[in-house]
């Protein structure tokens, strides 16, 4: 069955840590992969996505994933983390259908201690 | 503005009553979503739209009822709104790649 598997409900990290989120996916065809914030109250905003080539991708407010094919896994990092950062944030797969609805995981919140 | 809309933002409604949410995008994108965002479940998908015209159900649709007669718009309804319908719920468009999410629209159904 596809899915998108987050191990950690709940994270807290220090400000100005590094971050390190986990998403493990399993998919029948070529994935696409994101990853999505979405701060309390608000809609999902999308981070960063990986669709072929270089495994480390870049994305907004200095997050990086980097995509592992032999793991299935699409691990989200931030080399130093803002209390701005504090969020829910979600894995989600898609074989770059048009026609495909993304399968997202069930989310990690975040929390930034001072 | 471009985009994609959502109205209402929040709601109240009392069980057994219709709902309609609304939902609006302006990049003509042929694909729609409906989703519904739950503490524990993450987002499931509702229904979906592949033109006008053209839905199909996800993977909880029960008591649901969707139509698309514009490609812009996609309205969902709940037909006799049920407390396990209170949740948060949004709408996305896709272009091949990507998905753009609207705002939500908060459903307390009491």
């Known amino acids: 069955a596809q899915s998108v598997t987050q191990p950690d409900i709940h994270i807290t990290v220090s400000e100005g840590a590094s971050l390190e989120l986990r998403c493990n996916y399993s998919?029948?065809?070529?994935?696409?992969l994101f990853w999505y914030v979405q701060s309390p109250g608000q809609g999902l905003q999308l981070l960063l996505k990986?669709?072929?080539?270089?495994?480390l991708v870049q994305g907004i407010k200095g997050f990086e994933a980097e995509f592992k094919r032999s793991q299935s896994s699409f691990n989200l990092r931030k080399p130093s983390v803002h209390w701005s950062d504090a969020a829910e944030y979600f894995c989600?797969?898609?074989?770059?259908?048009?026609?495909?609805?993304?399968?997202f995981g069930k989310g990690t919140t975040l929390s930034v201690s001072s | 503005d471009a985009g994609i809309t959502q109205s209402p933002r929040y709601k109240i409604t009392e069980t057994g009553r219709q709902v309609t949410l609304m939902c609006h995008q302006t990049?003509?994108?042929?694909?729609m979503f409906w989703y519904r965002q739950d503490l524990g479940h993450g987002l499931r998908l509702i229904y979906y739209?592949?033109?006008?015209?053209?839905?199909d159900k996800g993977e909880v649709p029960d008591g649901y009822v969707v139509s698309r007669s514009k490609t812009e718009n996609f309205p969902l309804t709940l037909e006799s709104a049920t407390r396990s319908q209170t949740s948060v719920y949004f709408c996305?468009?896709?272009?091949?790649?990507?998905?753009?999410f609207g705002p939500g629209t908060r459903l307390t159904v009491t």
């Open positions: 996305a468009s896709k272009d091949r790649y990507e998905q753009y």
């Open positions: 998919y029948g065809a070529t994935p696409y």
């Open positions: 990986y669709f072929s080539g270089d495994t």
């Open positions: 989600a797969v898609g074989d770059g259908q048009a026609g495909t609805a993304l399968i």
């Open positions: 990049w003509s994108h042929s694909y």
């Open positions: 739209s592949a033109a006008a015209d053209i839905t």
